[in-house]
């Protein structure tokens, strides 16, 4: 069966001490997470080797990383190679979020270099696709999102593929508090479904875990997860509060 995750974006907020009261507010919250159920948590980087110590070996809690460098090692000023995260214990790298695509300019040519590299040294990248206002407008979401699959993650082997979670995220809303419907939700994840199909088939499609992400809150997080091909969401402002992400965690079925 797919993993369920509810995996926090912190972006770049919170001061370590902040997050560390974050994290233990939500450890303390009854979450009884199901044994294919997941919390990730992606904080900035300064601060993951202090949020693994909390998180410890805590059943069904694991670390992200927010991005990753496109390169191995060397002269990058500035850059946290992939090597770098696996050895303090990050699982899973935020690969492509719309955020990095707008304001660092990175293509879906350089995500897929991101995404081998991540693989290459045992991440699970948590790849984001998802369409702008404009073009779900036009109703060309679904060839845009297609194009950002086949360009940076149908390359990959059926083996890198099944360490791929995939994360939905309509730009429109994103940190707008305008939410896609559940049965837009629903489609887009359908369509990306399909498309793992065509390229890898059924079981791999069948075991790839599609999240959402774009304004999910406490109050929508259960309504979103009752769609079929919605596995969980990656939340970004209601994952800045233990109360509100634990209750959108709770929701994971
Ligand atoms: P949001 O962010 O939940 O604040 O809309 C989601 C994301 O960008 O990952």
């Known amino acids: 069966m797919r993993k369920k995750i509810a995996a926090a974006n912190w972006k770049m907020n919170l001061t370590f001490q902040q997050g560390k009261d974050l994290v233990n507010g939500i450890?303390?919250?009854?979450?009884?997470?199901?044994?294919?159920?997941?919390?990730?948590?992606c904080p900035a980087f300064p601060y993951l080797v202090g949020i693994k110590e909390l998180i410890g070996e805590r059943e069904g809690f694991y670390l992200g990383a927010?991005?990753?460098?496109?390169?191995?090692?060397?002269?990058?000023?500035?850059?946290?190679?992939?090597?770098?995260?696996?050895?303090?214990?990050?699982?899973?790298?935020?690969?492509?979020?719309?955020?990095?695509?707008?304001?660092y300019g990175e293509t879906n040519e350089i995500l897929k270099k991101k995404i081998l590299l991540a693989l290459e040294y045992g991440l699970k990248p948590l790849f984001c696709c998802g369409e702008p206002l404009d073009i779900r407008e036009k109703n060309a979401h679904n060839a845009f999102v297609e194009q950002q699959l086949k360009e940076s993650l149908f390359d990959l082997t059926e083996n890198e593929m099944n360490s791929v979670v995939i994360a939905y995220e309509p730009i429109w809303a994103i940190g707008t508090g305008r939410t896609a419907t559940p049965d837009q939700a629903q489609e887009m994840h359908a369509f990306i479904r399909a498309q793992i199909v065509d390229r890898?088939?059924?079981?791999?499609?069948?075991?790839?875990?599609?999240?959402?992400?774009?304004?999910?809150?406490?109050?929508?997080?259960?309504?979103?997860?009752?769609?079929?091909?919605?596995?969980?969401?990656?939340?970004?402002?209601?994952?800045?509060?233990?109360?509100?992400?634990?209750?959108?965690?709770?929701?994971?079925?």
């Open 27 to 41: 450890l303390v919250s009854d979450l009884n997470l199901k044994q294919n159920q997941q919390v990730v948590i």
């Open 66 to 103: 927010q991005n990753c460098a496109s390169e191995k090692s060397g002269a990058y000023t500035g850059e946290i190679s992939p090597e770098m995260l696996q050895s303090v214990g990050v699982t899973y790298a935020i690969i492509g979020h719309s955020e990095r695509r707008e304001y």
């Open 200 to 253: 890898y088939g059924t079981s791999v499609a069948e075991e790839t875990s599609i999240l959402y992400g774009g304004s999910c809150k406490p109050d929508n997080a259960e309504e979103l997860f009752n769609c079929p091909d919605v596995d969980g969401a990656l939340i970004g402002g209601a994952s800045l509060k233990a109360e509100s992400f634990s209750a959108i965690a709770s929701c994971l079925r």
